[in-house]
């Protein structure tokens, strides 16, 4: 071979790995759509794909190509064929071009596999949908994780509707290879790991010299991983459920009407959980509801969702290749009141935050590419037995945005179930919305729309119950209620719940109590970010007037002692955590 001649890339293990779990019965393919507000011009939006998505990015202008040798990795080589013409197509909704329409042409899509002798995405442009046009697209999993082309689609877009023309980007190029590559990259590998080596022993022993308890944490980080690795191969499997099963080629889509963001951070705050708290809970809520709705048993049910864990640099989401490891939550299926089960989805949340799940999970993934075909499916195998459902949540744009000069108005994707599972969920916020989609293997799921509109019962549940709590707790401290909603939601209790609000009155003093004098015994406990006056001086009177004893209590002691509304309540923990580090 001539040391000039260009060779093909070849796919990183872990994108091997996704391009090997397709399965007729389970696509790797990411499908998404954009509804838009008014129709759109379809050599408009070739110009803009042709520009922004194809000559921007190489990897769509390549196609996967398997070597016949046993050992050959596949490798990204360029189309020489590549015509954009072949990827995106115009269709008509069939009559009466309304949702229902549309959901089974989304399904139909969803359950057809893409062209492997070419580049491995697809576009539709779906026109006479309510005098609208959707963009449906579809892009393989071995190109990049659903979070990096959810990016990538996103780069597209403009932030007006005229806007700058679809001029010539910067091409996002892929390391490339040379000849000396193989020779060259294992000595630089070395020494940038020794680079990296000595610096890390350096500032280690610094650290150590400072805090010997570092040496505990750096031992410790090394065990956790081991401990993870252990845990999850040894992790039971899942029950059987209506969600598990075998699996047939036919997938159903559904997804929900947009969701006012705002309405979801309010129960967040009355409750003290996040927008992910709740819209996870919800999730678990509306699955609980479904398999009731079949007579399955919910008693003492826990089930895990499979949830992809973005393991990129801030700066680099729109990088391509798939860079997410996976944590799996077990869901609370089994409790019925909403907030409590919403509190005890927060706790498990909480406890996954510092595991060293996704890296253990990436590290699989990339030993699955390297593994061959019969001990692939061994441990894809595995991975299925322990989940029941992939579930992920992709916080999107803020502001409205148009693709080709036509305003979006809806957002929606649905990831592959990778491990063989039956039933994907997703969630993507967008201009202050969210939404839900979810993707079921037809024969397990046949109806995936009363999963969604058990979601949109579990999210009212939920505003109906903390409105109740948040009555409850304006009546024990005197808080004074007005009514303000001309549609009462009756709670079945006799009180008009949705028609409270808590009125706090302006700044003058005269309704609200005032803060009592704080004059420290010991430390001041106010140099802890949350804690003012008030809350100091009721610490004090407690016995906690240093930064030691408060440090020595705990999350359950200072809720009782300050008998403060879930809807108010401080985050005791960072209090602790404060209080530990200046108590020294």
Do not use: C
């Amino acid at each position: 071979m001539a040391l000039g001649r260009k060779r093909a890339e070849s796919l990183a293990s872990v994108d091997v790995a996704w391009y090997q779990m397709e399965d007729p019965t389970n696509l790797m393919m990411i499908t998404g759509v954009f509804v838009f507000d008014v129709p759109v011009n379809f050599e408009h939006l070739k110009a803009t794909l042709d520009v922004r998505f194809v000559q921007r990015f190489r990897r769509f202008r390549q196609r996967v190509v398997v070597k016949r040798s046993r050992f050959g990795r596949p490798y990204w080589q360029d189309d020489p064929n590549f015509e954009l013409s072949n990827h995106i197509h115009r269709v008509a909704l069939p009559a009466p071009g309304d949702r229902n329409a549309l959901q089974d042409m989304v399904s139909d899509l969803m359950s057809t596999p893409l062209d492997f002798s070419r580049p491995l995405w697809h576009f539709h442009l779906i026109e006479g949908y309510e005098g609208r046009s959707v963009l449906l697209t579809r892009l393989h999993h071995a190109i990049a994780d659903g979070i990096a082309l959810v990016q990538v689609m996103l780069s597209m877009t403009d932030a007006t509707a005229d806007g700058p023309p679809a001029t010539a980007q910067p091409a996002y190029k892929p390391k490339g290879w040379s000849p000396l590559a193989p020779v060259l990259r294992p000595a630089r590998s070395a020494a940038r790991l020794t680079q990296k080596t000595v610096g890390a022993v350096v500032k280690n022993s610094v650290d150590a010299v400072r805090d010997p308890e570092h040496l505990v944490d750096m031992a410790r980080t090394g065990a956790d991983v081991a401990l993870t690795t252990g845990r999850m191969l040894l992790m039971s499997s899942d029950p059987k459920t209506v969600y598990k099963g075998k699996l047939v080629v036919r997938k159903q889509a559904a997804w929900s009407d947009p969701i006012s963001l705002d309405e979801i951070k309010l129960i967040g705050r009355a409750v003290g959980g996040t927008v992910n708290d709740v819209l996870m809970s919800a999730v678990a809520g509306a699955m609980r509801r479904y398999m009731e709705g079949r007579g399955e048993p919910v008693d003492d049910l826990n089930f895990r969702a499979v949830i992809p864990y973005n393991l990129r640099k801030p700066s680099r989401r729109i990088e391509l290749g798939n860079k997410f490891g996976l944590v799996f939550l077990a869901m609370p299926i089994s409790i019925a009141d909403p907030v409590d089960r919403l509190r005890e989805l927060k706790q498990r949340m909480d406890a996954l935050k510092d595991t060293t799940e996704p890296l253990v999970t990436f590290g699989l993934l990339t030993l699955i590419g390297m593994l061959p075909d019969r001990l692939q499916d061994m441990v894809v195998e595995i991975f299925g037995k322990k989940g029941t459902l992939v579930l992920t949540n992709v916080p999107g744009p803020r502001e409205q945005l148009y693709l080709a000069g036509a305003p979006i108005d809806e957002i929606m994707f649905w990831v592959p179930q990778s491990g063989r599972l039956g039933l994907g969920i997703s969630i993507l916020s967008y201009n202050d919305q969210v939404m839900l989609g979810v993707a079921s293997d037809s024969g397990l799921v046949p109806d995936p729309e009363t999963i969604v509109a058990a979601f949109h019962q579990e999210l009212e549940a939920l505003k109906v119950e903390t409105r109740q709590r948040l009555m409850d707790t304006a009546r024990r401290f005197d808080i004074p209620l007005a009514e303000d909603s001309p549609a009462p939601i009756d709670s079945g209790q006799g009180d008009d719940v949705s028609a409270v609000k808590i009125e706090w009155s302006s700044d003058n003093g005269a309704s609200r109590p005032a803060a009592p004098d704080y004059v420290p015994n010991g430390d001041d406990l106010t140099q802890i970010v949350g804690i003012g006056p008030a809350y100091a001086a009721r610490l004090q009177s407690a016995g906690i007037d240093s930064f030691a004893r408060l440090a020595a209590a705990t999350s359950d002691q200072l809720t009782d002692l300050l008998a403060v509304p879930d809807w108010r309540r401080p985050d005791f923990e960072s209090w602790l955590e404060q209080a530990a580090a200046l108590g020294g």
